[in-house]
């Protein structure tokens, strides 16, 4: 017995039907391992901090780490014992107002850190990808900008800017881009 499809349903098949062409012709992105095969592993020293803001290496470091440990596509380990290594230094970190209000009061924050990254393939001893100028940025407001809003901190923003640098790190280094 043939049972007529939801809308949902035909929805569905209709996405699919656009989309399976597409896929198969090669046609927009695909998420491949971009490191060589015979790297199985990365260490993260110490990132170097040329700011003066208390903890942000350590911070950075580890948000770093945590993304490598999370995406399991490369072993953490040891300089001594790793095939590739990820240095970096923070170069800058900036915490501007963003916005205002007509009677001048900032009311949106940036925080912007910028970093300089080489990931070096330690087998054949040559650099995989360099960058000299990674900036990444969030913004945050200090009051609520609408009903059940609430302030955020440069703290949290900071947080934030970390957490997508990590995730832009390992998106770089394990699919390239």
Known sequence: MNRPRSHGARRAALLAATLLPLLGSGCGYTLRNAVPSHIRSVAV????????????????????????????QLALTTER????????????????VFAYTSDERATEYEVVVVVQLTFRDLVKNRDLWKEDALAVRT???????????????????????????AAQVVSRTVQGW
């Open 45 to 72: 020293p110490a990132f170097q901090n040329n700011t003066i803001e208390y903890a942000l290496s350590e911070q950075v470091t580890q948000a770093i780490v945590d993304a490598f440990l999370a995406d399991r």
């Open 139 to 165: 913004t945050y407001n200090v009051s609520p900008v609408g009903e059940g809003d609430v302030p955020r901190t440069e703290t949290d923003a900071r947080q934030d800017v970390v957490q997508k640098l």
């Open 81 to 96: 014992d790793a095939n590739s290594v990820l240095r970096g230094t923070i170069v800058s970190y900036r915490n501007r």
